[in-house]
């Protein structure tokens, strides 16, 4: 638990500034068809302090973590503030004020036992061993992260946070009658929290285990799809990386200012009426967001930044500075990953809300399609073209699920995607297991509906 050394040092420094200590910790276990291959803990952590000076950012980080650490990385920060200044010389005005954070932890850091994950590990990979010996290879992954931040600006905001999150993780292979190694993996449960309060008695997972090697064995008969643009379902999953990948990260306000696609569109129809996008601070559709946020690396009290509404691009997201630029609110974009690392605009909770179909009729209003319901990788630009790898789905034939499908891609430009989707259906699904790679790696969530729309797909 981060003990407040910052006290008042932050208040003396003229206009916004920012002070943050910063620890993160992760645990890891892998087994791999009954080898212990991988047993890490690792901790960094240290203070950083930032300075804003007529439009530039002065920034400083030490591994160190004292009173005299926390005076030097402001001086330093500083500083670099006035250097840059007096090079640049933007000349833009103080960043505005705003409503004072006060945020504190809710719950001490819980620092699992490794014998935990490793007993949890193995009491899995045993299950997966006895059930189904002729696999030709099983992993199991048992991770933890959190990142805890303690954070003082100059104007008195004041936030102490700690974000963990758990997950188990199984992978699973077979070989095929020409040679060909087939894999699946699942996510176990798990999310914002510690390993021990998912995973007290892995076992209520084993369903998940038998749900998943079942899919492995109708993809090894499974066909390849025909390549064309035709009527597709996106599972939930999908949905979620397509609002994260495709979407989000064209209206990141840095990222609308190096040219993305965005930057033309705001207050115009990107997608369907039946497509509202919203990510989410702290709450989700009542309910409290997979990855809660409340206050961010600047200060700035978090809250839900609607992106698109009805189909229509209404908003981007900022930190203070952009939101100046563009005479927006900010809303706690501006996020961290080690203490070392600036804030940049960032993800949270990235949603594309439900609507009012059940899956059911969306299979059955296709002819001829795909319904997709696992990914393995995706990628997209500011242009918001993507393309993103299937690794498991199934035919839909007159209305009915066929056979499974091998593994393929799926493509499009997000914005013309999404003006052809006609149909959602009316549960949520959020994965929060991953990281968002821009600059920097990044816990965030992202959720959505199953989708039917036209879309691309790639053949054999």
């Not at 994950?117 to 696999?135: E, G, N, S, T, W």
């Not at 908003?315 to 630029?325: F, I, Q």
């Not at 013309?416 to 991953?434: N, R």
Request: aromatic share 8%; glycine share 10%; proline share 4%.
């Amino acid at each position: 638990m981060l003990h407040d050394v910052l006290h008042d040092h932050i208040r003396a420094v003229p206009g916004h500034a920012e002070v943050r200590a910063q620890t993160n910790t992760r645990r890891a276990v892998s087994i791999v068809s009954g080898n212990l291959v991988s047993n890490v803990r690792s901790e960094s952590g240290g203070v950083s302090a930032r300075a804003y000076k007529n439009g530039v950012w002065g920034f400083s980080s030490t591994a160190d973590y004292d009173e005299e650490a926390v005076k030097k990385v402001i001086k330093s920060a500083q500083d670099n503030a006035l250097f840059l200044d007096s090079r640049a010389g933007k000349g833009k005005p103080p960043l505005p004020s705003l409503a004072l954070a006060n945020y504190q932890v809710e719950r001490d850091f819980v620092d699992v036992p490794q014998k935990i994950y490793i007993d949890a590990a193995r009491q899995v990979d045993a299950y997966i061993a006895q059930k189904y010996p002729a696999l030709a290879s099983r992993s199991v992954v048992c991770r933890s992260d959190s990142m805890e931040k303690l954070l003082k600006t100059s104007e008195g905001g004041f936030a102490h946070s700690i974000m963990p999150r758990a997950y188990i993780y199984v992978f699973l292979s077979t070989d095929t009658a020409d040679g060909e190694t087939l894999e699946l993996f699942e996510v176990l449960g798990g999310g914002a929290g510690y390993f021990t309060d998912y995973y007290a008695d892995p076992s209520v997972f084993y369903d998940k285990i038998d749900r998943l090697y079942e899919q492995l064995m109708q993809k090894r008969q499974g066909v390849f799809p025909e390549a064309g643009v035709c009527d597709c379902i996106l599972d939930a999953s999908l949905a979620g990386m397509l609002a994260h990948e495709a979407v989000g990260h064209t209206v990141e306000a840095d990222l609308v200012l190096g040219g993305s696609v965005a930057g033309r569109n705001l207050g115009k129809p990107v997608a369907s009426e039946l497509i509202t996008m919203i990510d989410f601070a702290h709450t989700a559709l009542g309910e409290k967001a997979p990855l809660p946020l409340y206050v961010d690396e600047e200060g700035t009290v978090c809250k839900d930044e609607v992106l698109i509404k009805d189909g229509i691009l209404t908003g981007y997201m900022n930190n203070r500075e952009t939101a100046v630029h563009f005479g927006m609110e900010p809303k706690g974009n501006a996020r961290a990953h080690e203490f070392s690392d600036e804030p940049l605009i960032r993800m949270r909770n990235t949603a594309i809300l439900p609507g009012k179909n059940k899956l059911e009729e969306m299979i059955s209003a296709i002819d001829h399609g795909y319904y997709f319901l696992k990914t393995g990788n995706g990628q997209a630009d500011t242009t918001g073209e993507f393309m993103f790898g299937i690794t498991f789905g199934y035919e839909i034939k007159n209305g009915k699920i066929g056979a499974a499908i091998r593994d393929t891609t799926i493509a499009g430009v997000a914005f013309e995607m999404l003006k052809t989707v006609d149909m959602l259906s009316d549960d949520m699904h959020w994965d929060t297991s991953g990281y968002c790679g821009k600059k920097q790696l990044m816990p965030v969530s992202m959720g959505g509906p199953a989708i039917k729309c036209k879309m691309s797909v790639g053949g054999r």
